[in-house]
């Protein structure tokens, strides 16, 4: 599949797979200078690109697991959604879940893309929905007792 990318700033870092079979791509800081985010605070990263992503599919932006355990840095949202309509900059919402200020530094993988299909639902309001064994159990009621 081929995505639309425009560098915003010369030195954006174009999305990259870190594997031949990664999921996903990942996001580069685009910064003037590195971003120190306080603990327990959250800072919004640019990276620099826009996209332009077939209809139908949406980008998923999800933590990197190594910024997670090694800095604590995670996306505020825990997942970022770019629409496939949306043209503006992809900028990541970081957040500093550790006990100690953690400094980004230009050019660091922030985070990473996955580009998924999603389905566009038609909602039908109904009086009564179909029932099922589980019913009405939420938060924890298919665990073993």
């Avoid at 599949?1 to 954006?12: E, H, P, Q």
């Avoid at 603990?39 to 690109?49: D, F």
């Avoid at 209809?55 to 933590?63: E, F």
């Amino acid at each position: 599949m081929k995505v639309g990318i425009k560098k915003l700033d010369k030195n954006a870092i174009l999305p990259a797979y870190g594997s031949e079979y990664a999921a996903g791509a990942d996001l580069y800081a685009c910064l003037e200078q590195d971003v120190t985010i306080p603990a327990g605070e959250t800072a919004v990263i640019p990276t620099g690109i826009a996209l332009e992503l077939p209809v139908g599919y949406a980008g998923l932006i999800y933590a990197r697991s190594g910024l997670a355990t090694k800095k604590g840095l995670a996306p505020a949202n825990k997942v970022g959604v770019v629409d496939c309509d949306y043209r503006g900059e992809v900028k990541v919402a970081l957040h500093n879940h550790s006990a100690a200020p953690q400094t980004v530094a230009a050019g660091e993988r922030v985070a990473q893309l996955v580009i998924t299909p999603y389905i566009t639902a038609v909602f039908e309001e109904k009086d009564e929905l179909s029932s099922t064994v589980r019913g009405e159990g939420g938060f924890g009621s298919t665990g073993s007792k």
